[in-house]
């Protein structure tokens, strides 16, 4: 059994079939975003973006990973999510294949974001659509934000750990 220590370990596929490494991730923080194109909210990809374009020459990357656990909010296709992205909101970050977040077939990726996080009252399960967690440029999990939790909110947390080196 590979033992993950950090989020560098892991790999997933992009919404066009491209397996993606996590390790050519390393050194940058992170924003790992469960995602979905029909839920009250699918506006904060705004939010997402305008971070990305902002932190992104100083090394944030925005990963964003369809889920339809919640309330069926993400049916599409892979095809179907990366227009709704790229027609409403113009997002330029990696999305991924759509994922499990919770239960058995939950992502490796999401297990171990879980388990270095928990959440409210230290429930280990993704509540929602756009859990939000922060991941410095050694892959430590830092933070787990609630959906509710504004993307431009998160900037002070970002800006620390982007001069924090």
Request: with cysteine.
């Amino acid at each position: 059994m590979v033992r993950e220590d950090s989020v560098y370990d892991f790999s997933a596929p992009l919404l066009d079939g491209n397996l993606v490494s996590f390790a050519s991730f390393r050194h940058k923080v992170l924003l790992i975003v469960n995602t979905a194109s029909q839920c009250g909210f699918t506006p904060q990809y705004a939010g997402l973006e305008q971070l990305y374009s902002t932190y992104r020459d100083r090394g944030l990357m925005v990963l964003a990973f369809p889920c339809n656990q919640f309330g069926a909010q993400e049916p599409g296709t892979a095809d179907q999510i990366g227009a709704f992205c790229q027609k409403n909101y113009g997002v330029s970050f990696p999305v991924f294949a759509k994922i499990d977040v919770n239960g058995p077939n939950a992502h490796p990726l999401y297990r171990f974001l879980k388990a270095r996080k928990a959440g409210l009252f230290g429930f280990r399960r993704v509540s929602w659509n756009f859990t939000k967690f922060l991941i410095d440029p050694k892959g430590n999990v830092t933070e787990r934000y609630g959906p509710s939790k504004q993307p431009k909110n998160l900037a002070p947390a970002i800006e620390r750990l982007l001069t924090s080196g």
